[in-house]
């Protein structure tokens, strides 16, 4: 009897030595052995909470921010922005399917009056480096939000001092344009030839004429739409009054 | 009673969730994905550095400041040390420096003084690059800020299977857990984003990325015959989303949220084109082994 008590007894000692330590549990499951101060927990603790609470305010107003988002982002905004922890319309959805999130072309004129589609090196939406199709996003939604001619002409103006620096001649004519993104019974119907890709009109949201000064420097002069232009007076009307 | 005992569980399973100790190298694996990531990063713009920052580049100072201002922001908020240095060569001298540092992350040489000096110089391109920026900046620089708490042992004490690599410190199990809140809270914020629209929903989400060019795997012309399969893998980017979440958050289905977690990111960098997000995500999943005391 002892040795078989004893027989169990090593066996089961044995079985504790092979047991390793560390191999053995669920480091994520055990009883926590917490090495720091319970001060010093609280100071962490609230600092992860202030953080979280901050990202969290910066994701939750990514889309279409609220007012009180809005205020929030403004207070916030010191950290965020100097931790670039900011997020502004970026598309952590992927796609929405809206025109914000397709491809923008930059077309441009030279001597002949037919557009031309940029290097699309620069332009490609399709290149681990090409960095085009996000900033192309931002002046979508600003072209669509906040019309502002100036931020877009003055992108206008880079592009076509950059192009031309890199050998293309003497640009005319700038605009940025979407071409139409077929949905699935659209593209059914151009592959089946039953309609054609030119019926389907790009989108043209800003135009511009370059113009130089006299020391060459660039500029671009926005094209209005036409309900924004005044009508033209003929010289016997100037200084008539407008009543009928 | 009652309350006592709420408030004092819920604090017990505070502290055992973000201040239990854990061993130091546990965090190395992830320390060196992260840093890789960050070094794959700077590479990715050094092609296009004349274009955007150069002589004649696009992304000039005064456009910058013009964005600045049209975001209504005080412009020290977007410091960096590249506002004063406009060229294209300090550019890629930044990016080639960036490299570097990152490898040397890698290895954990410099501890958290390197991970420190990292952190600082990817926020300074952040903020020259501004809205050439994506999802991908603003997590590099939380998961790098994460591992300054914790960077873990260098890669060659690992490698020199010495004891102190075993060490337990609260600083490593702090560092893990920030790095899997975020990722939790990233991947739920960008399902969230997703279901608020239609396309989602009507499993149409696919065509459109794949329409518009914006899938690096999937074209227009090779789902056109197949509308059923534009809908499965729309719905399946949910679904594989939805059970990450789900399952990383129990620990007896953590390596099948680990999967799913690589199916998200998947996901993200081969059905859509966001690839550098999609590797920094996958690096991420690293905090959520089951790990080693």
Redesign the interface.
Known sequence: MPRKSNLRSRVAQAEANLQS???D????????????SPRA?GF??LV?VLH?AA??V???S??APSFLQGELLRVL??YL????????A?????????SV???VVVQIQTDAPNWIDCDQT?MG??S????W???AR?LRI?SVDAP?D??LS??AV??V??L???GVSEVSAVRFMQPH????DE??SV?NESMSLADFEPEVFFSAKVVRDSENRLGVVPEQEAYRNSPVSSKSQLGKSTQP | MMDNQFIKSTL?G???Y??????AR?VVPLRVAICVTTAIWFA?????VD??FG??????P??AA??IA??E?PTW???SPLWFADSAIACKLWLFAGIVLSMLGVSGWGGRITLGILLAW??AW??R?L?????S??AL??ML?YLVLEPGPSLRKCFSFRDAT?E???TVG?ALR?VQ??WW??VA??LL??L??V?WWRG??V???A????S?LLS?SQL?DS?SL?NALTHG?IAVQMLALWLLTV?SSRWLGIVFGVLTCLA?GL??????YAILLASCLLAFR????
């Open positions: 330590p560390i191999l549990r669920d480091a994520w499951a055990d009883a926590p052995n917490l090495s720091i927990r962490v603790s992860i979280f990202v969290l910066a994701l939750a990514n889309l905004s010191p922005t100097t931790t670039h922890q900011s997020y502004g970026v598309a952590i959805e992927l796609t929405h399917g809206d999130d397709f491809p620069l939406h399709n681990i480096g090409s960095r199709p996000i900033l931002m600003i502002d100036g931020l003055e992108v880079q592009v001092r950059y031309e620096h890199s993104v077929l949905n699935f593209y059914d592959r | 017990d505070w502290n055992q973000w201040f239990a100790s854990r061993a546990c990715s713009f050094v092609a296009g274009a955007w002589e004649a580049g696009i992304l000039t005064s456009l013009h964005l049209f975001g922001l908020q977007y410091w990817v926020i952040a903020h690059i809205w050439l920026a994506g999802p900046e603003p620089v939380a800020a075993l337990e410190s609260w702090c920030l809140t975020h809270v990233l914020a960008g984003t997703q608020s629209d396309v149409e989400a065509w459109w990325l329409s518009a060019g914006r690096r227009a056109a509308p534009v980017v620990r993200i059905v859509a084109d966001q690839m550098i089951p790990s080693l005391r």
